[in-house]
């Protein structure tokens, strides 16, 4: 998209903790001079799996590595950590990890996500940056459950400069999903984005009001929406696989936001993510404020993991 710039530079000084908490177990077991053998590799293992790198993602990792070794492609334990990088990196092949926009018409943008998550601050964050490329943005209040909700998001919408479409708390999500559609095509929307109650993966009747708010959304605007976004605390670790699992069987998600990565050990999560379920990270959140968002870059994430 060209308006998201944050550089790897920004990212290596919000993933501090992370890349201290890998940095710090990795260079206990890759002592210079040291040779590898199936303790190390083991060593290894454990440590990959306990930085939230995923089972399934170090099972794969640490079997390329014992090939490498056969093939004498590394021969020292200082040969291991450009090696990892590299194959990180290759994890991701080339797929379009923007958003997905509208041929005609507004883009529009459902945001789901548990309580706490971080949801609210990252459509904010979200719409400021796409305001602040001369795009006419509109939020919807689509959370009517919480009684916090619609007054969150309308300070938010101050706060940035945007439009916000709202019904009182308690109203009928799919209704203000509707009207917030209706809003979006008479005032020639670029783009819009449908904030959703936060609700737990295991409340089947709130995740079957999510999949009422899609249905009205798809039926208002052709296309719609064009982008499902999860919204994904980057704090719980494993349990975020479980989260995005869930919502994509009722919603289809199409790209993952990551959330507090600046406030956490546990940014190897993003890597996990998308070896076991193939959904794109499309951005990470790394502070509090409306510019703290950088869209995902594989490459320099991996090299701000390690550098």
């Known amino acids: 998209m060209g308006i998201f710039s944050k550089t790897v530079g920004y990212l290596k000084d919000h993933l501090g903790k992370t890349r201290s908490k890998i940095t710090s177990s990795l260079s206990s077991i890759l002592a210079i001079g040291r040779s590898i053998d199936d303790d190390l590799l083991d060593e290894l293992e454990e440590t990959l799996i306990s930085d939230d790198i995923g089972v399934e993602t170090t099972d794969k990792l640490i079997g390329d590595l014992r090939e490498a070794y056969r093939n004498r492609q590394i021969q020292k334990s200082e040969d291991i950590i450009p090696f990892l990088k590299e194959h990180m990196k290759s994890y991701w092949p080339d797929q379009d990890r923007q958003l997905q926009t509208a041929e005609s018409g507004p883009t529009v943008i459902l945001v789901a996500g548990i309580n706490g998550s971080g949801k609210t ?38 706060r940035i400069g945007v439009q916000i479409v709202k019904h009182k708390s308690g109203a009928d999500p799919a209704a203000v999903a509707y009207d917030a559609c209706e809003a979006a095509k008479a005032r020639g929307a670029d783009y819009l984005i449908l904030d959703t109650a936060g609700r737990l993966h295991t409340q089947k009747h709130l995740m079957e009001e999510l999949a009422k708010i899609r249905k009205v959304v798809s039926a208002q605007l052709p296309g719609a929406p064009h982008e499902v976004l999860l919204v994904v605390d980057g704090t719980t670790g494993q349990n975020a696989i479980i989260q995005a699992k869930m919502f994509t069987d009722v919603i289809d998600v199409t790209g993952i936001f990551l959330a507090k990565l600046d406030g956490t050990a546990r940014g190897g999560i993003v890597i996990a993510i998308k070896d076991m379920l193939d959904i794109p990270v499309k951005f990470v959140g790394l502070g509090e404020t409306p510019e703290d968002i950088a869209e995902f870059d594989p490459a320099e994430f991996v090299e701000a993991l390690f550098n």
């Open 121 to 158: 601050t990252s459509i904010a964050k979200l719409a400021y940056t796409l305001s602040r490329n001369k795009e006419n943005v509109i939020v919807a209040a689509c959370d009517t459950f919480r009684a916090a909700a619609v007054e969150q998001l309308t300070i938010w919408a101050q």
